[in-house]
């Protein structure tokens, strides 16, 4: 069973098109992420939703969007996609852990690729 | 925001051990030291977390020095498939903010 599931995993797609990549987490975890990480192999935090209210937006441009329908669900949604958006995005859930922090679950990750 | 220094790669024989080091003097009280792997081709991966004291799980263990601003991630005998970018990172308990630095490749020579 898939902790962290994304789809699709690979989608090479026209500049200018809206795009969608759904995640979906059965861990029962209150707290979902998006990561972007680029061609450097930098891990960037995109979003993250706690309880259906997003709790952090970094500096992430408003073409990027996440919905999240429900607890287990977190979709980013890219419209206009733009050549600098080829990447690899991942989906993460976590929760807090008796041991302390936060153990965070990866998905294993979405390539966008904009031509 | 708490950060993190670790080289930017090591080199080991495989059956030997590895030591990771990481750097965080800025590291608060309430920060715990996580550390997490990323396969080629794969989402990173939990491995270890710890506090204080120092921890041992199947995977690796976690030394922390007594002053809490370095630790060190020890993979007792190296695997080919151990082979991976390693992340050292502060989390905050129950606070959902926490960057990754650029970690440290390891590659596991046969």
Redesign the interface.
């Known amino acids: 069973d898939t902790a962290v599931s994304q789809t699709p995993k690979y989608l090479v797609t026209q500049m200018g098109n809206d795009k969608s990549i759904k995640c979906e987490q059965n861990l029962g975890h209150d707290t979902m992420y998006w990561y972007k990480q680029d061609s450097k192999k930098f891990l960037k935090i995109m979003f993250s939703y706690n309880n259906k209210e997003l709790i952090i937006n970094k500096t992430v441009p408003n073409r990027f969007s996440p919905k999240s329908p429900d607890k287990a669900h977190l979709n980013l949604h890219i419209n206009s996609l733009e050549l600098g958006d080829s990447a690899v995005y991942f989906c993460a859930s976590s929760h807090p852990d008796r041991g302390g922090g936060n153990t965070i679950y990866f998905g294993e990750g979405s390539w966008l690729t904009v031509v | 925001d708490a950060k993190t220094t670790q080289p930017n790669s090591m080199e080991s024989n495989e059956e030997e051990p590895v030591h990771l080091p990481c750097n965080h003097s800025t590291i608060s009280g309430t920060d715990?030291i996580?550390w997490?792997r990323?396969l080629p081709?794969?989402?990173?991966?939990?491995v270890i977390?710890?506090?204080t004291s120092n921890v041992n799980n199947r995977m690796a263990s976690l030394a922390i020095a007594e002053d809490r601003k370095s630790s060190t991630l020890i993979l007792h005998r190296a695997t080919l498939r151990d082979a991976a970018?390693y992340?050292c990172i502060l989390?905050?308990?129950?606070?959902?903010?926490?960057?990754?630095g650029?970690?440290t490749k390891l590659n596991v020579k046969p």
Do not use: M, T, W
């Open positions: 715990y996580h997490y990323q081709s794969q989402g990173p991966e939990y977390h710890g506090l970018v992340y989390i905050k308990y129950n606070f959902n903010k926490f960057y990754f650029s970690g």
